[in-house]
């Protein structure tokens, strides 16, 4: 039996007070005084959220353990300034904290980051160290912290260098993933989440990065976003652009995960891309919330249709536990500690 | 015997006087003097160009007629100013008129448009009707005219409508179709035309274009972009939107071409996709021009990939020929005047 490793949860309703203390901090931003304190959130209001929402779908569904992170809409690294995004970062940090503290058997951390458009590497570098000394296993990084314009240099370029240096230190992964659009001509999870993934990606087929960063690991949300509907079109590409095979070129150190809500979606994904690239992942509670009438069944329930995978134990293995352990080691080690 | 319609070439090997002009012309602009007079184009320089490239593959894979733009990534409205697009636009139009008086068994024109990033639709709307005058049967319209930053107006904006308009009272549909990237974080053929692709169909699902403009006709090529791979994914934001389901709601107005480089992506894209939304399209010669090592064949001989698909023969049929014939009427006309 494997373990079910959910890569890409996010912590999407959340106690009241957090939220309210968002608003405040912003009004206070725009204001130009200092935030309100923030608030007392109780044990019990923590539990309540999670077991009413993730942990009820959890067990629903048959998964065992949700690799969690901060709401990526609500991350919006865009508003206010670099001291708004670093507080708002620790804040969501801490709450996603106390999950795996009150859930250590079904929860473990992956931070979001300080971005801010203006600034440096320096504040996330500060605070993948905090969060990684709680605990977590991993981060998301933004690669339009702008949110919605990409006006960001690319994944490829020096100005991310002093961040990778550090996930190479630590040993820890990034999902890249953007946030919440403010581009009135993108929609957050239509549009703008599955063209990041995708820009994304040929930034890094463009570039060289992995020559400097051997170990450096990236998972690409949303099934790769177009990347294996496309994958002809990003092996000629590779072909024209005189790189590398994709297979040495990136996929050493991309990841895709399996947030492609139809079957013939994710036969397309395990049929084009390598297994051992492949990490399961829901997305839930996020963004498609409903159920498919062609179905019955939740859109986001992602584990029917690896379960549907005509594929060997083994690949499904991988797929469920054994990938995200190779590409998380820092999950791996807390899970031998405890004897899985 | 189905006539074999491509819906997507483009000029793409052109006369050098055309390309050498263009240069001048931005260094005119830029030095704030007039441009040179266009030069002297003789036929058989055209006729070169054709048939050594499009031509010379047309025949070897065996299709019938091409449905004929001007070079995509050289449309590039954000250079410049609108006068300088309009005479561009004027330009690359007339070499396509000229290429199918020269071979009208083999092209039919589709123009490009004189937008440009702080203009309306007014010189677009003129240009339209000059080139339908011409016998054009389409045209390719940016969703972002400002290469590569999205800051124009979704689709659904009114900002468009006058121009739908036109196009609704000379009946020819619009190939969704941005141009180069002056973004250095997006590769133009790799990450800009496949997000652009992805995010236009999500602001046709947001809004109610087709309301009121019902016989309005979108083609969004490179199969969609990322569509049809995350169909379950599009199929539930509309129920959370509360539109009605995508086969009423966008269906009858937008339609997929085939340019997707591999078997599995089109084998998705006619699995998922309704056959009555797929146009066969190469986008020839073009974004990927070499040869895939695991076929042995152009990775853009997409000919190969739908005669591969396990599908009736009215289906195919429907693909290569009847929706390009039902989605271009004035092509239809066209081939009916002949016999065909």
Not at 117 to 127: G, K, L, T, W
Not at 207 to 228: E, K, M, T
Not at 296 to 302: K, M, R, S
């Amino acid at each position: 039996m494997s373990l079910i490793i959910d890569c890409h949860g996010h912590y999407t309703v959340l106690p009241k007070g957090h939220d309210v203390w968002r608003e405040e901090q912003k009004a206070a931003f725009s204001a130009g005084v200092s935030a309100l304190p923030y608030p007392l959130i109780s044990d019990d209001e923590i539990r309540d959220t999670i077991e009413s929402n993730q942990l009820r779908l959890i067990k629903e569904r048959g998964a065992d353990l949700t690799i969690f992170s901060p709401r990526a809409s609500a991350m919006a690294p865009h508003v206010g300034d670099a001291a708004v995004a670093k507080e708002w970062a620790l804040r969501c940090n801490d709450l996603i904290a106390r999950v795996v503290e009150l859930f250590p058997d079904r929860f473990v951390g992956v931070c979001m980051l300080p971005q801010s458009p203006q600034a440096d590497m320096a504040n996330s570098i500060a605070e993948l160290e905090r969060c990684v000394d709680m605990g977590f296993v991993g981060c998301n990084l933004n690669p339009d912290p702008g949110g919605g314009h990409f006006r960001h240099p690319p994944l490829t370029d020096r100005y991310w260098y002093p961040f990778y240096e550090k996930m190479v230190e630590l040993d820890v992964p990034a999902m890249i993933h953007v946030s919440g659009s403010c581009n009135p001509a993108m929609h957050a999870t239509g549009g703008y989440y599955i063209a990041a993934d995708t820009i994304a990606f040929m930034q890094l087929l463009e570039g060289d990065l992995f020559a400097d960063f051997p170990s450096l690991r990236f998972i690409i949300p949303h099934g790769g976003g177009a990347v294996p509907y496309h994958w002809g079109r990003y092996r000629g590409l590779a072909d024209m652009l005189k790189k590398p095979g994709l297979d040495t070129h990136l996929m050493n150190n991309i990841f895709f995960d399996t947030c492609v809500y139809h079957q013939p979606g994710i036969d397309l994904l395990a049929d084009v891309i390598d297994n051992k690239n492949i990490l399961f992942g829901s997305e839930m509670v996020g963004a498609v919330r409903g159920i498919d009438p062609t179905t019955g069944h939740y859109f986001d329930d992602t584990k029917r249709y690896v379960d549907a995978l005509d594929i060997s134990e083994a690949e499904r293995h991988a797929i469920f536990e054994g990938n995200a352990r190779r590409v998380f080691p820092r999950l791996d080690a807390q899970l031998r500690a405890r004897g899985l």
